[in-house]
């Protein structure tokens, strides 16, 4: 599995978007890219994922770019609640097989009132 | 409604102990992982099953055993022989395969060796 480079720490002003960076130059073809977040103490949480193109659910979006090198999750409208460290990871597809995926350190992503 | 439960949500531990912490799953997941997270750190993989009666170890396993005898239960038993078993440890499971479908995490387990 690709690896990933996330930046440590984030602050948005409540209200305000907040775009969430992730770096994973050495993707292969059949690796989707996966979001999660972990609210502290908790386990984490399911956002949204995606291959190639870009996707949208109620919580966020994923913009991934045209060379799959790197995307970013979107989240329009940042509440309090969204305060969390966020993970990106990358995953192959495919049919049969364990996959062993590494969560890094995350963005520790902090809304600001 | 489905999910993964784990317990208990905390665990106090005597130096020596072994301790099991509990995974259950109503998911119909194939697959089961065993992450350990320490303060400020990212999620480590202690152990990884993808069927029933097979288990793999991950990058930390060490100190740590576990049994995967059904497919809904993937129990962890932290050994004496783990050196620094306090940490915050989280079960996941997922369809075995497709790479639609990403990890469902239980609540966790916040293990104290006292």
């Known amino acids: 599995d690709a690896k990933t480079t996330q930046p440590p720490s984030m602050d948005c002003a409540e209200g305000r978007a907040a775009n969430l960076p992730c770096n994973h130059s050495t993707i292969s073809g059949n690796e989707y890219v996966y979001w999660y977040r972990q609210i502290h103490s908790q386990g984490p949480q399911y956002i949204i994922h995606?291959?190639?193109n870009n996707e949208t659910n109620e919580m966020a979006s994923l913009i991934i770019t045209e060379d799959r090198k790197s995307s970013t999750l979107i989240l329009p409208h940042a509440t309090l609640r969204d305060t969390a460290v966020y993970y990106c990871i990358v995953r192959v597809a495919g049919s049969g097989g364990y996959q062993k995926v590494t969560f890094g350190t995350g963005t520790k992503l902090q809304v600001i009132p | 409604d489905g999910g993964i439960t784990q317990s208990p949500k905390y665990l106090f531990r005597k130096e020596g102990q072994n301790v099991t912490l509990s995974c259950e799953q109503n998911?119909?997941?194939?697959?089961m992982y065993w992450y350990r997270q320490d303060p400020g750190q990212g999620l480590r993989l202690i152990y990884y099953?993808?069927?029933?009666?097979?288990?793999q170890k991950g990058d930390i396993a060490e100190g740590y055993s576990v049994s995967r005898e059904k497919k809904e239960s993937f129990p962890l038993t932290v050994t004496s022989a783990q050196k620094n078993p306090t940490a915050f440890y989280l079960c996941?499971?997922?369809?075995?395969?497709?790479?639609?479908?990403?990890?469902?995490f239980g609540s966790g387990t916040r293990l104290t060796v006292v």
């Open positions: 996941a499971s997922s369809i075995s395969g497709d790479g639609n479908y990403g990890y469902t």
């Open positions: 099953s993808q069927i029933v009666n097979d288990f």
């Open positions: 998911l119909n997941h194939d697959a």
């Open positions: 995606g291959l190639k």
